[in-house]
């Protein structure tokens, strides 16, 4: 697994196995969060595939699809609840990280997080986020 660590509470990956679950609950994560459509690509393991290996070792699952098409305030508001119910570390995954990363960002912002801070954690994770930072400054209110 390629793990990149935003912040405490949240890490986003690539594309994670059923197998990867057990380490995952090893690793103190206590919900995965699926951003990525099934049959996306070939090959890719189906979220009800995930969702039960994340349930059998213990970890909370949710599945907030996003397409390449953008995203929509149901899907930010569905990852704000998702964190808010974790009780501990997030893994959240797509194809690559970075519709996770963006996803987060924008449920952060709708909390009122700190655009500032919430583009900074991004980017020390990997992730240039600052083409989405005018909608950052829009739903945290600092706009």
Known sequence: M???RV???ISVAPQIAAEDMALLAEQGFSYVINN???E??????????????????GLGYAAIPVTHAGFSSAQVEAMAAALAEAKGPVLAYCRSG????????LAEASNGGDP????AKAAQAGYDISGIRPL???LSGKA
């Open 40 to 57: 996306e690509e070939m090959g890719q393991p189906g979220g009800d595939t995930i969702r039960a290996a994340a349930e059998a070792a």
């Open 116 to 119: 500032a801070e919430i583009t």
């Open 98 to 105: 970075t519709r996770s990363c963006n996803l987060w960002a």
């Open 2 to 4: 390629n793990l990149r």
């Open 7 to 9: 912040d405490d509470s």
């Open 136 to 138: 950052l400054d829009q």
């Open 36 to 38: 990525r459509p099934d």
